[in-house]
Each structure stands twice: as structure tokens, then as C-alpha cells.
């Protein structure tokens, strides 16, 4: 089976198609991948070391960036040619704005995360009419698509309550490979992300940082400003050596659909603090301890809890541990070849 799978080169998504295709590739998958975007030198370097058959990648605006719909057009055309040499199996759509294209293979599409569910959690308000367009884009993505996956439940139960998709759902949790064994334990709070994505919220970390008597490092875009470490945007195996160093991972996020970092952090033996919201509860369940994201001092408290207490530490780094263990590559790769027969057996059905 070939796959002709799309990507974004901007957040966990990137991550989440390498480490699908590199485990696909075990089943006999063979997967090109079309990233649009500009793909960084580090990720020029995870596609060079990768099980890809094939890489494309050209930089357009993706579909929930401003005024975006030229560039969206042009990024059709130009997937649709890669789709007529290819001649793929199957095509697996990582976005929503190019699932309704004329494509002469079934259409998956993953939703990682969309603009109406993150606009109630992160805002607290519906989308304003501004996203007219982009819903009835999604609309019609979904009803395009041969089937819908999500990583969670409750981001799927989101998507369903939001566009009101009439195909087939399921949910397949996503995974990854392998993270630097954990070392001895640096007296650290270690946080990544966007400082300035209000989804992720490392402004309630910058703000409670003072209060705490470890530091608190922020890997990743942006300045969080004085008080804080500031190691920057790192390549992924930089990261996972911060991570196996670091003896508690905290993410009060408003928004997120599954939380590749924490799961990358619990693999590498942190204790998690995690914002209280469904997709991290279903994820996490007692694995973590859990704040409101909007409540500082709860944060405080949480953390503080982690920082003082030892045995309360190490059981939650064991607890995540052992939670990260069902959450592999591998068992993410064999609910996609599901997916993927699935998919392929219901085009058959329809053109037979």
C-alpha cells in the first residue's frame, strides 16, 4: 500500500507523521509525505534519517492562518499533481481545507486540532463570523472524507458536536518511539511550547515562576522574559535529553488535543502537571496531577507539591511512565493499517 499523507511543518503534527510513517514502514506501508510549509534544517534532518519512500514540500499558508484561501487553492493543485504522479492507495489528510478535492483515492483525515473547539476552550466564546469560510471548509472536508479519525475522544466528540460529519469516526490515539532514558533528575520544571500560543498558557509559568524554588525552563519560540531559562526552540533529540534530565514536565494548557510533549515527558520519567481539561484527563487519567488552567494558584500549589515532596514525585514520574508505555509508535501505526483497510474496503464497496 502507498499513502500519500499531508503535513504541516509548524507544531506536533510534524512529529506525530514521522513517527507514523517511520512505524508503517515496519507494516509495509509506504508513505510519501507532503509538507506544506517551510521545513526547518532540523526537519530536513528527521526526513533524511527517516523510512519515508518519498518527501515533498512547498510553502503555503496553511488554512487557519489569516487570509489564507490563494495560497489554499494553489496548495490543492499542487497535491493533486502529486497525487496523479503518485497514484497512491490511499490519501491521508492531516488538515481539513483539501479533503474535498476531486481525489481518485479514499480520503482519511485526521482532526489534530481545529479553529471552532479551540476558540470555546482557549477564549471561552464561540469562533466569530470572521470563520464563516473556515467552517464551511471543514464542513465540507468531512463530508468529503472517507473517514474521520482523532486522537482523543473528546477532541472526536468536539468535531462531531462542531461540523456534524456524516462518515465513519474512530479514534486512534497517537504515539511515539522511543525517548532518552531517564538520568538522574535535575531540580527543574521544564515546559515546551510557543510562550506566546494562549492555547498552551507558559504565561501562567512565566507569572508563578518567582513563587517556586526551582527554576522553571521553557523550551521552545519566544521570550517569556527575565525569571525564566530560555533555552529556545530545540531539535527534537535535544529536547528529549532536557526532558530525561528534567524532574517535572508542566503543560496547564487550555487547549490540547493530545499533548505529544507530555507524552514524550512521562516516556522520559517526569512527574506531569497538566491543565485539567478532557483531552489530557482522557489521556493522562491518575497518571498526572491536574490544575485549572486559568487558576495560578493552583499551579503553584501543584507544583509546589511536586517540588517539596520526594515520594509524591517519584510516584507520579512512575505513574507516567508506566501510562506513556501504552501510548507507542507501534500500536498508533496498527490502528492506522486498520484505518487505512477500512477506508479503502468502503471505496471498493461504492465503486463496486
Known amino acids: 500500500m502507498t499513502v500519500l499523507m499531508t503535513t504541516d511543518t509548524v507544531g506536533g503534527t510534524w512529529t506525530y507523521a514521522l513517527e507514523l510513517v517511520n512505524a508503517l514502514a515496519s507494516r509495509g506501508v509506504e508513505v510519501v ?46 497535491l493533486l499533481e502529486l497525487a496523479d504522479e503518485l497514484e497512491p492507495t490511499l490519501v491521508h489528510q492531516n488538515g481539513y481545507a483539501h479533503v474535498a478535492l476531486p481525489w481518485k483515492a479514499p480520503a482519511v483525515v485526521v482532526g489534530h486540532s481545529d479553529v471552532l473547539s479551540w476558540h470555546e476552550a482557549v477564549r471561552g466564546a464561540p469562533a466569530g463570523e470572521e470563520w464563516s469560510r473556515y467552517r464551511s471548509l471543514v464542513e465540507a472536508g468531512l463530508a468529503a472524507a472517507d473517514l474521520l479519525v482523532a486522537p482523543t475522544r473528546a477532541l472526536l466528540d468536539a468535531l462531531v458536536r462542531l461540523y456534524e460529519p456524516s462518515c465513519p469516526r474512530l479514534v486512534v490515539p497517537n504515539g511515539v518511539s522511543s525517548a532518552a532514558a531517564a538520568r538522574s533528575k535535575r531540580e527543574v520544571v521544564l515546559a515546551a511550547g510557543r510562550v506566546w500560543d494562549e492555547a498552551k498558557n507558559l504565561q501562567a509559568l512565566v507569572r508563578i515562576a518567582p513563587r517556586l524554588s526551582w527554576p522553571v525552563a521553557i523550551a521552545g519560540e519566544g521570550d517569556p522574559g527575565p525569571g525564566v531559562e530560555r533555552p529556545g526552540r530545540l531539535p527534537r533529540q535535544e529536547l528529549a535529553e532536557r526532558l530525561a534530565e528534567a524532574a517535572v514536565f508542566a503543560a496547564p494548557a487550555f487547549y490540547e488535543p493530545f499533548g505529544l510533549a507530555a507524552l514524550e515527558a512521562g516516556c522520559a520519567g517526569c512527574a506531569l502537571v497538566l491543565g485539567d481539561i478532557p483531552t489530557l484527563r482522557e489521556v ?27 515520594r509524591l514525585r517519584e510516584d507520579y514520574a512512575a505513574r507516567a511512565r508506566r501510562k506513556a508505555c501504552g501510548y507507542t509508535a507501534g500500536r498508533m501505526a496498527s490502528g492506522y493499517a486498520m484505518v487505512y483497510e477500512r477506508a479503502v474496503a468502503r471505496e471498493g464497496v461504492r465503486s463496486g
Not at 487519567?285 to 511536586?306: K, N, S, T
Open 33 to 78: 509525505l507532503a509538507a506544506i510549509g517551510r521545513p526547518s534544517r532540523d526537519q530536513l534532518d528527521e526526513v533524511a534519517s527517516s523510512r519515508l519512500a518519498g518527501f515533498h514540500a512547498a510553502d503555503y499558508r496553511l488554512e487557519w492562518m489569516e487570509d489564507p484561501w490563494d495560497d489554499v487553492d494553489e496548495a490543492g493543485e499542487w
Open 284 to 310: 493522562w487519567d491518575d497518571a498526572a496531577l491536574f490544575v485549572p488552567p486559568a487558576d495560578d494558584e493552583a499551579l503553584v500549589e501543584a507544583l509546589g507539591r511536586m517540588i517539596d515532596d520526594r
